[in-house]
């Protein structure tokens, strides 16, 4: 990951991917009988469910449920990455709450912006936008999230991915934060 300092790995990040694997392996039969096709992701989807409790996935276009759900399915069983969701989807009533806080934080809309965007600016709002824990499943989900069209956006934010199927597998240029390019890409778009 391209940026100025790494946060180095905590040897309780490690114990706690090595818990859930476990836990993961050990509820692999119950998954199997009830879902044989899907009984990976079954299995990863619960263990990851008891790591991570407060973890919120409704409210993601499918698109970018069944992206997130097979990249955190693959990074846990061949490579014991965990990768948890601190927000994903928000109310746009949420969203102009964290606007309008970050606003009031920073004395300013402009500065505002380089952390928080407005509601019909947001991805967030949108339901294709994921903020991603711990720092390792970051790395792991912006070395190989470009396979399930999951990109890390922003340099100022390690933790944000957005899907982005329209991208086909290349990623799109990351941007300093999220201030700097939005209007002229949406522009484009519409």
Known sequence: MNEPRTIPPRPR???FAVVTLVLAVLLLPVAFARRPGRALELACGWALRMRFPAEDLTGLTDGAMAAFTAARTEALWRHGQLIGLTSGYRDPHVQQRMFDEEVRRSGSAASARMLVLPPAESCHVKGIALDVR???GARWLEEHGARYHLYRMYDNEWWHFEYRPECGGTPPRRRPHPAVGYMIEN???T
């Open 13 to 15: 990040d490690r114990l």
């Open 187 to 189: 522009d484009d778009q």
């Open 134 to 136: 711990p720092h390792e």
